[in-house]
């Protein structure tokens, strides 16, 4: 898995790339928590993710409760339909917000 | 799983740490295609397999990855049956659970993924060596 971290229109995207499992997603988690912990809002690219399992979704769970408690702006990107099995497995993808691009989310605020 | 019922049993035994589960997908994989398992199907029984290895990792072993994990694969006209054996500690039947989804917290989403997608799961101890058992069906869509 690979991470790509970038700030753009005022918010920070976390890019993730490749397989969000068991042995990648603490890297996911770090890097998730730490632009939260920064004070950074943050949507997460999950166009290139062609796997992600529990692991990798409890780590997006961790980033959505943080963001709550720090009243900062948590997203999903671009879910690929990988991605977008598990949250509806998860029963999540009614819970993250959920945006096609970074223009509909500026459409949305 | 009985062999002389099978029409084509694999087996796959691996290491029972985190970095071997990308390894096991894809040959996980491969076997469903040459069953001509559908893209649909094979995702579903990959998520659901990849979870219950996650499970013994995790909690069955404690994260000891010197232990192994067998996966058998049961191909069948119509229905496929997997089998994960581990040599833990017996767990406790009682306590394999998924949690509420209503309950936003990190972790515990396995065991619902499983029960969800695959449509017979089974947890047992294993009677003829210390371990456990976890048998599951898949019925074929055609």
Redesign the interface.
């Known amino acids: 898995m690979e991470i790509e971290l970038q700030q753009t229109q005022g918010i920070s995207i976390a890019a993730l790339q490749g ?1 969000v ?3 990648s997603s603490p890297r996911a988690r770090t890097a998730i928590l730490a632009c939260l912990n920064d004070g950074q809002s943050l949507l997460v690219d999950l166009s290139a993710v062609d ?1 992600i ?3 990798g ?3 997006l ?2 980033g ?2 943080l963001a709550r408690d720090r009243q900062l702006t948590f997203g999903l990107l671009a879910v690929s339909e ?1 991605a977008l ?2 949250l509806q ?3 999540l993808d009614k ?1 993250f917000p959920l945006y096609a691009d970074i223009d509909a989310y500026q459409a949305s605020r | 799983m009985q062999e002389d019922e099978c029409e084509l049993l694999h087996e796959l035994a691996f290491e029972a740490r985190a970095s071997a589960l990308g390894a096991v997908r894809r040959q996980l994989t491969d076997i469903l295609t040459q069953a001509h398992c559908s893209a649909a199907e094979i995702q579903s029984i990959v998520i659901a397999l990849n979870e219950a290895c996650m499970n013994i990792i995790q909690h069955a072993y404690h994260g000891d990855s010197s232990k192994l994990i067998r996966m058998l694969v049961d191909v069948g006209e119509e229905e496929l049956h997997f089998e994960l054996l581990d040599c833990a500690a017996p767990i406790d039947l009682e306590r394999v659970r998924g949690r509420s989804f209503e309950d936003l917290r990190p972790g515990g989403l396995g065991v619902n993924f499983i029960t969800q997608l695959m449509q017979d799961v089974h947890y047992s101890h294993r009677t003829e060596q210390a371990g456990n058992r976890l048998r599951m069906t898949w019925k074929r869509r055609r």
């Open positions: 397989e499992d068991l042995s796997y399992d529990s692991s979704v409890a780590s769970v961790e959505f409760r990988a099995r598990v497995l998860a029963r819970v």
